[in-house]
């Protein structure tokens, strides 16, 4: 597998290379906790290696310290992303904090952030839980927010929920020295590779559409190896790891994540189009249909829509039929949620309508249901509303 070959083919193969050679098909699932050793002195020596956030082929000592099943798949996601390195964790909200920590503990204490961020990240930031401190501001404003104690850049692009686009090559320029995290979950490596427009860190809830079917919580940071040397100590001592059946599952993912993410992103296309006309809606958010898009950036608008509606968001969540009402994004069916009471629900109101973020605000993780269906079943609970 090389960098040379295109998407598709990376992600049906990528972190299997070995596998002919092994002789299996599937991927082996490695469900050991510890790794048992005669040679007491050589086992030391790797443990002295391995802390260090180093990785080779050799045999692992401790799963929390490193699992063959999971370097699969992180080497699966460093291709899809143009990176050298992945870094796998326990969820989306574990891999963010093992980027603070890592930042933080090099003293680079100070973050600047754009939102909207996912509700969780920004209660993260906003607290100071981790001993970060963050200046919220908008994309145009990050040069003046920078300060010597800076140690990230963090934003989404396209950000949850109201699907806004930043520029990340201007924003990558704009950060110089300081490294810039763009959380990729929305776009996917398929839709966009932030790593090749200039940012150092690329985030992922990889629960989301690179596992793909709703089973697997899991996190992913793509980066530089010697950052990733950081996090990976970091995850070593902090314990945010990835159970190897998770990265069973998110490698399994990623390999039809090309048709899946271009057959969603089909479909939210074509539901976008249909909701800007229907007379219950009052406004849609789909990257595709805005004339103003940074260029050469994402491909096509992606699997979600956000959209208002004139009347109660409650009425159309409760009557849904064939459309799953539930929180999260990036399954096989389509999953349509209300952010100001559930995904951004932590955020100070004000703050929330401030970036943008109404309560009458739905936002639909399109699947791969016919896109006839859930048009139907989208009438239907938008005609109960009234
Ligand atoms: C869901 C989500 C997260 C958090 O990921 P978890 O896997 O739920 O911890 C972070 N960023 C974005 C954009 C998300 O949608």
């Given at each position: 597998m090389t960098a040379q070959h295109h998407l598709a083919t990376r992600a049906v193969h990528a972190g299997r290379e070995d596998l002919t050679d092994l002789g299996v098909h599937a991927t082996p699932l490695d469900l050991s906790t510890t790794y048992p050793s005669r040679d007491m002195k050589a086992e030391t020596e790797r443990l002295d290696l391995l802390i260090t956030g180093a990785r080779d082929d050799g045999m692992p000592v401790y799963a929390r310290v490193g699992n063959p099943t999971v370097d699969r798949a992180e080497r699966a996601v460093a291709s899809l992303e143009s990176c050298e390195a992945a870094v796998a964790f326990a969820s989306g909200m574990a891999a963010l904090s093992a980027c603070l920590l890592t930042v933080a503990a090099a003293g680079k204490s100070h973050v600047v952030a754009i939102r909207p961020l996912y509700g969780t990240s920004d209660f993260l930031l906003e607290s100071g839980l981790l001993g970060v401190t963050t200046t919220f501001v908008d994309a145009d404003s990050v040069v003046s927010a920078i300060?010597?104690?800076?140690?990230l850049v963090i934003v989404e692009s396209?950000?949850?929920?109201?699907l806004d686009e930043v520029d990340i090559r201007q924003l990558a320029n704009d950060c110089g020295d300081v490294p810039l995290l763009v959380d990729n979950t929305f776009a996917t490596p398929i839709l966009q590779r932030p790593a090749e427009l200039g940012a150092a860190i690329v985030l992922h809830?990889?629960?989301?559409?690179?596992?793909?079917?709703?089973d697997v919580l899991a996190g992913v940071v793509a980066c530089s190896e010697e950052f990733a040397r950081q996090i990976r100590n970091v995850r070593y001592a902090t314990g945010g790891t990835l159970h190897p059946l998770a990265g069973y599952l998110l490698l399994r993912g990623l390999s039809t994540l090309p048709i899946r993410m271009r057959a969603s992103s089909e479909s939210a296309r074509i539901l976008a189009e249909r909701l800007s006309d229907?007379?219950?809606?009052?406004a849609v958010h789909y990257p595709g249909l805005n004339p103003n898009r940074p260029a050469g950036?994402?491909?096509?608008?992606?699997?979600l829509v956000s959209f208002e509606v004139a009347g109660d968001p409650a009425d159309v969540i409760g009557g849904v039929r064939l459309i799953t009402p539930a929180v999260s994004l990036g399954s096989v069916d389509t999953l349509i949620q209300n952010p100001a009471s559930?995904?951004?629900?932590?955020?100070?109101p004000d703050v929330r309508h401030d970036v943008g973020?109404?309560?009458?605000l739905l936002r639909m993780s399109v699947g791969l249901e016919h896109v006839d269906d859930l048009w139907e079943d989208l009438c239907q609970t938008l005609a109960v509303m009234g």
């Open positions: 300060r010597p104690d800076t140690g396209p950000a949850n929920p109201t809830s990889a629960t989301k559409f690179l596992g793909g079917h709703g229907h007379p219950a809606i009052t950036q994402m491909e096509g608008g992606g699997a559930i995904s951004h629900h932590i955020m100070d973020i109404s309560d009458k």
